[in-house]
């Protein structure tokens, strides 16, 4: 015992570092090696050294370091055993931040006023420490809600909801069970200060009704989407069980999924659980699943703040979006889970925040200034800066991305048919070829390669043969398949990325169906595209019967989208408020095809704080044809990215509409199509 106390204290990291050494075999191990055997980096091992050296040594063990080698531990396989089991005696030396951890464990697990004195014994520190700690502590838990409580003679004790008591824990503990060994996870999960606060039987069961929904519904969480539902519903059947929090009343509406799964949860956890649990799952299974359903009013929601998030940041950068395919989606897959956090009131953690903010100050103020703006506009809570350094961290991704290919394949075009002619080529370039840019429209006569490669330019594209010793590609003026494939080739060539193989043959008949169904469904939306203008509306119920009768052909089928459309305002907020329009959709037997409408107010509709200049209507046939949800969804982006299309519409232009409308479903749809 003497001799245990007159060891050095070893930090966490350190006695990890030695226990590993000390489970390997005597081989040779670099600081990154070591580092990524316990999961820390390189620069922690080189920290933790000296410590460790000086720990090890009081105890009588011998390390070695070797420049160039790494570290050894020069000791037989009895004196490792010995090593371990002083390890597993010895005291360990707590970091701030795993101080902090450790304290608000104990605060969040007692049942009522905890000493001050009794703190400091638990924590190895004195009391003046305590206090410190305490202070940072209630810093952080003030954001999220809880309030930390001190009196003399008492203790301290937290104070707040259930629900921010439970969110605020949730957060601080999912480090920790993301750190557990899943390989044995959940027959028998490590120890850990995590099971102060949560049951291990719990955890255990409602990991596996979580395992088990995934494979029997063949839908697969994200890491991340996991352990927070995991957290949650194990917290949440602990505060039920020892009544903390009640949990009577009548269940909200869920769907299948939801509700199957809230019913296998109970029966594994063995308590009821709050009447407001089935529609927590099924938003949180609609966000976790990312697939977005073109009339759900919170993918709207979604869709709009994505739009104000890019045009924001293009305008803040400089630098268009448009041109990166698929950030959209992956942005929009971020936003979902991130809208329900906002509505529920919780609070995540972002450990790369204060790199973030530090290392990319001019990315920071940009999205605090576009995400605050969006926020304003359609009326959310402001965003928790950890909200908005995810935020960042995605557009400072395509940013980065953009900076990689800002040197664009330079080209020149060039065409002897005439001015109009190179002016649309080019044209076209821009459109369908961002990473190609356009330098000049060059003559043919007297071209100088030489000059061309003295300016950087890579390609010449021309509308005529030509032969010369230089990279070039001859294209129609207007732009066929097989001039895009070349064009894609130099791309690719530049960007040093191998084209995809041609595979050649006809297209499958399956494939050729989709397309033709495809076609077919926008051409019926485009031709049957209406603008009608209304009366002066008492109010937005009237709005809602004149809708239901743009499209019926008969009093009964009027009712039918009426009430369709009644039931799908029921389950969210339609309005667009950058646009002052209400967006009335839903799916309906009584059409037989997707329709696009629009009703034009002769003044201003003024109801519950909100101004309609009239509203747009969309309607799908209730079945289980593949492309009206395609195709309605991506009108849907189209209205909430291009504000120009509800522009022609409140102008009553319906040519306009239409012609906006097809060239941005064309240009959506090609790439598809030829992936296809």
Excluded at 421 to 447: H, K, Y
Excluded at 539 to 564: C, H, T, V, Y
Aim: aromatic residues 4%; neutral net charge.
């Amino acid at each position: 015992m003497e001799q245990r106390e007159r060891l050095p204290l070893l930090t966490d990291n350190g006695r990890r570092l030695i226990r590993k050494l000390a489970d390997l075999p005597p081989v040779w191990l670099t600081a990154a090696a070591l580092g990524e055997s316990i999961g820390v980096s390189r620069r922690t091992v080189m920290r933790e050294l000296p410590g460790m050296e000086k720990w090890l040594l009081a105890a009588g063990f011998r390390l070695v370091r070797s420049p160039g080698q790494g570290v050894r531990l020069e000791e037989d396989e009895t004196r490792r055993a010995a090593l371990r089991a002083k390890l597993d005696g010895g005291s360990t030396a707590l970091s701030r931040p795993e101080r902090i951890d450790r304290l608000l464990t104990l605060l969040f697990a007692a049942q009522g006023p905890c000493k001050t004195q009794w703190l400091a014994d638990r924590l190895d520190i004195s009391e003046h420490t305590l206090s410190s700690d305490l202070n940072t502590a209630e810093e952080w838990l003030r954001a999220r809600g809880v309030s930390v409580l001190r009196r003399a003679g008492v203790g301290v004790w937290l104070e707040g909801t259930p629900e921010n008591l439970r969110r605020a824990a949730a957060v601080r503990l999912r480090p920790q069970l993301a750190q557990l060994d899943w390989s044995q996870f959940p027959e028998g999960p490590a120890r850990s200060p995590l099971f102060e606060l949560v049951d291990p039987k719990d955890l255990q069961a409602a990991a596996r009704v979580l395992q088990g929904f995934e494979r029997s519904r063949r839908f697969v969480f994200s890491d991340s989407a996991f352990l927070s539902l995991l957290l949650h519903l194990t917290l949440l059947a602990g505060q039920v069980r020892s009544g903390r929090l009640a949990a009577s009343g009548p269940r909200s509406a869920a769907g299948p999924d939801a509700a199957a799964l809230l019913i296998s949860l109970e029966g594994a956890l063995g308590v009821r659980l709050p009447a407001d649990e089935a529609a927590y799952l099924e938003h949180y299974l609609q966000a976790a699943a990312g697939e977005p359903d073109w009339g759900d009013p919170e993918e709207l929601r979604a869709s709009q703040l994505a739009a104000l998030l890019i045009r924001g940041m293009e305008r803040e950068t400089g630098v268009d979006l448009a041109g990166f395919s698929t950030f959209r989606t992956d942005l929009c897959a971020h936003l979902r889970p991130m809208l329900l956090r906002l509505t529920r009131g919780e609070r995540i953690e972002n450990p790369q925040l204060d790199a973030v903010r530090t290392q990319y100050p001019a990315l920071w103020d940009a999205v605090r200034r576009v995400s605050a703006e969006a926020a304003r506009t359609l009326r959310l809570p402001p965003l928790p800066d950890e909200e908005a350094g995810f935020l960042a961290m995605h557009f400072g991704a395509v940013l980065e991305q953009c900076e990689r290919t800002r040197r664009r394949l330079r080209a020149v075009v060039v065409c002897p048919m005439g001015m109009a002619t190179s002016r649309f080529l080019t044209s076209q370039l821009d459109r369908e070829f961002p990473a190609i840019a356009v330098e000049r429209m060059c003559p043919l006569r007297g071209l100088d390669t030489d000059a061309l490669r003295r300016e950087g330019v890579g390609l010449i594209i021309s509308t005529v043969p030509l032969h010369v010793d230089f990279p070039h590609v001859t294209v129609s003026a207007v732009l066929q398949e097989k001039d895009r494939i070349l064009l894609q080739g130099a791309v690719d060539h530049f960007c040093g990325q191998p084209a995809a193989p041609a595979t050649g043959g006809a297209a499958p008949a399956a494939d050729l169906r989709y397309a033709d169904a495809l076609t077919s469904c926008i051409v019926g939306l485009l031709d049957s595209m209406v603008i009608t203008d209304l009366p002066a509306l008492p109010d937005k119920a009237q709005l809602l019967r004149e809708a239901a009768r743009l499209f019926s052909r008969s009093p009964q089928q009027a009712r039918a989208i009426e009430q369709a459309l009644a039931r799908r305002e029921a389950l969210g907020d339609t309005y667009i408020p950058p646009l002052r329009i209400q967006l009335l959709h839903c799916k309906t037997d009584a059409v037989r095809g997707c329709r696009l409408g629009y009703l034009r107010l002769p003044q201003p509709l003024s109801e519950a704080g909100r101004t309609l200049d009239g509203a747009v209507v969309m309607l799908a046939p209730d079945g289980p044809e593949p492309v009206w949800q395609r195709v309605m969804q991506e009108v849907s982006a189209v209205l909430i990215d291009r504000p120009a299309l509800a522009e022609a519409m409140r102008a009553g232009d319906r040519d306009r509409a239409v012609q906006l409308l097809e060239t941005e479903l064309n240009l959506r749809f090609a790439r598809e199509l030829a992936r296809r």
